[in-house]
């Protein structure tokens, strides 16, 4: 069991920046993918920003080049670098990891969420 906590929303202006946090934790082997997930009121959650162990990236079109991802293995954690906001970027935002348990199957795990709100 993989337990994930964001921390780093808020509120900001358009134009502005934030920097999300995500911490894993819990009883596992490893984990491989880590990432960001968002859902805004009324559309389908979509993917942000994704990264390998090893540092391969892939990003949503709509936030190339303003969010940059990056990860701490050591520190099982993940962040995301939110550049020149936009108010279509609020939305809650999950983490989300893919973790080797003990019993030796992977499982996809997501945070509670943490809201980004940004004004105009």
């Known amino acids: 069991q993989v337990q994930l906590v964001e921390s780093g929303g808020g509120l900001v202006q358009a134009g502005g920046s934030l920097r999300l946090s995500c911490a894993a934790s819990?009883?596992?082997?490893?984990?491989?993918?880590m990432g960001w997930d968002r859902q805004a009121p009324g559309n389908q959650r979509e993917l942000v920003a994704s990264?390998?162990?090893?540092?391969?990236?892939d990003y949503a079109d709509s936030v190339k080049g303003r969010f940059t991802i990056s990860r701490d293995n050591a520190k099982n954690t993940v962040y995301l670098q939110m550049n020149n906001l936009k108010v279509e970027d609020t939305a809650v935002y999950y983490c989300?990891?893919?973790?080797?348990?003990?019993?030796?199957?992977?499982?996809?795990?997501w945070g509670p969420g943490t809201q980004v709100t940004v004004s105009s």
């Open positions: 990264i390998s162990t090893g540092g391969s990236t």
């Open positions: 819990g009883s596992h082997l490893s984990i491989s993918f």
């Open positions: 989300n990891a893919r973790a080797l348990s003990i019993g030796g199957k992977w499982y996809n795990y």
